[in-house]
């Protein structure tokens, strides 16, 4: 068998408003069955980019293939393929839940009976059981989420783009969703999602973009990036700015990289253990002192110098 | 680029959507439909009609039903397409939700369309079995009515969502509504011939589509048969089919950039 060819392959993928560039010619390829992340906070141009996969705003300049068809030549086609949860709500407030997913699945041509068969199902697997016939303004966050994610496979899409999951979302919630992409990954699904949350990027992602400023500024499995940007432990301090001075003077041997951010100093290391207990030997008036281990919160600050969020 | 083709059959799924929300309200909303043919012929037909014995050799209030029956058409279309449409686009984003589906923005506005003309067809079907009631329109022409319900609705459905196109606040619809559909409604001959006015009234509303549909209706309810009809019928077609494809052009480019 020839090696499979990415499901989705993007070729100078530019996007621009009048003068803002929202996408700075990006190439990316994305396989079969994995599951791919952009990263990055917002306004970094992740939205854009998921909008011209799903046909909703024309490239300015690039090629997009998504199934292997031309999202500008073929929308249609490109759009009856994959199945879309938008950031902002997007369910139809005039209809109760069932009708939510019957009336949708008219949109890709469903006949009535394979729509409602298809509708019990996605009920069931989302455990929407009890609103069914419920309007959807009843339903709390996570469940409206959840059956904008059944609305979105009506069709057995084999591609699922998912803008922010988790945005808005209570812990409970989102652990609930989560757990239902893994699923659909071990069905085969290949999903395609947004996220400017470092834990949903570690849970979900196989392969992650970092993106920002409309471009991407890095890409690998979420442990790689970790691995080859930053030092693998970290010891935070909060303490005021002579103390953390006197400290980065006194162990800069033991610190690969730093970050001086306005409330805490970030000292990236090979040895935490060690780390700690030298600068806890200064005994220095610290507010907090601890190790953790690195995470893509890390990589991205070591890559844009600003945090995720905020 | 290449502009995907309208697809009638994506556009019938949007008919169907709106066709869905509407049967769960349908009873509620079609009452008023009834209602309000009702009180207008009662009001101006029989109480002003008691002071105008006769208008161009007609009881008053024959006179000005046909013009009202086409008037609701106008009033039920263009409310469909201008208010519900701008808040299906722009608060409750259920376009969002339809668009990421193989239906694309032309579609979209072809389905509103035809939903419009079907909303504005019930407006005027209701107004018709009340002139009924009323006595008027027992003969076989009438029957060209049927068709020309769904076509004038269309015409204004397509009106309205030119206007909607346009707008980024629905405070605009208000000047729609006063400045455009009102004088529409006081100086298209439904209330009093045109031709007693001076020739720049005639001349201006030549250009407007409630005359022609008044003009039209009119004829037919009372047998007068001639080519002018036929033009006034050539006009609604041309201007509809005119307003289709720019308003198809400027909801694909609203929604789509």
């Known amino acids: 068998m020839p090696a499979q060819k990415p499901i989705v392959e993007a070729q100078s993928l530019q996007k621009n408003y009048g003068d803002l560039v929202a996408v700075n010619s990006i190439d990316f390829k994305i396989d079969a069955g994995t599951c791919f992340g952009f990263l990055g906070p917002n306004g970094a141009g992740k939205t854009t980019v998921m909008r011209m996969i799903y046909c909703t705003t024309p490239l300015s300049s690039g090629q997009l293939l998504v199934n292997h068809l031309d999202v500008m030549e073929q929308m249609s086609d490109v759009k009856r393929g994959i199945g879309v949860v938008t950031q902002d709500d997007s369910l139809d407030y005039d209809l109760n839940v069932l009708n939510n997913l019957l009336v949708y699945a008219r949109y890709y041509d469903l006949s009535p009976s394979q729509a409602l068969e298809r509708a019990e199902e996605l009920i069931d697997f989302f455990q929407l059981n009890d609103k069914r016939l419920e309007n959807v303004r009843v339903l709390s966050g996570g469940m409206k989420r959840r059956l904008q994610i059944a609305r979105a496979l009506i069709n057995k899409p084999n591609i699922l783009i998912l803008d922010e999951p988790s945005t808005g979302l209570d812990p409970q919630a989102r652990h609930h969703v989560w757990a239902k992409c893994h699923e659909l990954i071990e069905q085969g699904v290949t999903l395609l999602l947004t996220t400017h949350y470092m834990d949903e990027a570690e849970q979900l992602c196989d392969r992650l973009a970092v993106m920002d400023q409309g471009r991407i500024i890095a890409e690998g499995s979420p442990w790689d990036l970790i691995r080859s940007e930053v030092a693998p432990q970290v010891v935070e301090i909060r303490a005021e700015g002579k103390h953390r001075h006197a400290i980065l003077k006194k162990v800069a041997d033991q610190v690969e990289d730093h970050e001086s951010l306005s409330d805490r100093l970030l000292l990236y290391t090979r040895d935490s253990a060690k780390l700690y207990a030298d600068i806890h030997a200064l005994e220095l008036p610290l507010k907090t002192l601890l190790t953790r281990r690195s995470s893509l919160e890390d990589v991205f600050l070591k890559l844009t110098g600003r945090g995720l969020i905020g | 680029m290449t502009t995907p083709r309208v697809s009638i059959r994506a556009a019938r799924r ?36 008691t002071y105008i014995n006769e208008m161009e050799g007609l009881r008053y209030i024959e006179f000005i039903a046909p013009g009202l029956l086409i008037s609701s058409i106008m009033w039920g279309a263009t409310l469909e397409t201008t208010y519900n449409v701008f808040v299906k686009m722009n608060f409750d984003r259920i376009y969002d939700g339809i668009l990421s589906t193989p239906v694309n ?58 206007f909607t196109s346009l707008i980024k606040e629905i405070e605009l619809f208000n000047y729609f509504f006063t400045l455009f559909l009102t004088p529409l409604f006081l100086f298209s001959g439904i209330f009093f011939p045109l031709s007693e006015m001076p020739a720049l009234v005639q001349q201006i509303a030549w250009f407007t589509p409630l005359y022609h549909g008044v003009e039209l209706s009119r004829g037919i309810f009372l047998q007068q048969w001639g080519w002018d009809l036929f033009w006034h019928f050539i006009w609604i077609l041309g201007v509809t089919t005119v307003n289709t494809l720019v308003v198809l052009k400027l909801i694909h480019r609203r929604l789509y950039h």
Request: glycine share 14%; charged share 10%; aromatic share 18%.
């Open chain 2, 14 to 49: 949007v008919w169907q959507r709106n066709a869905t929300v509407y049967k769960r309200t349908w009873k509620l909303n079609i009452l008023p439909n009834f209602f309000e043919p009702f009180l207008y012929l009662l009001g101006m037909g029989i109480g002003l009609g």
């Open chain 2, 105 to 162: 923005p032309k579609d979209l506005a072809l389905g509103e369309l035809l939903w419009g003309a079907t909303r504005g067809s019930l407006y005027g079907g209701a107004f018709f079995s009340i002139l009924f009631l009323f006595g008027m329109g027992y003969h076989c022409g009438i029957l060209l009515m049927v068709p020309l319900l769904f076509i004038i609705g269309f015409l204004f459905a397509t009106i309205g969502l030119l």
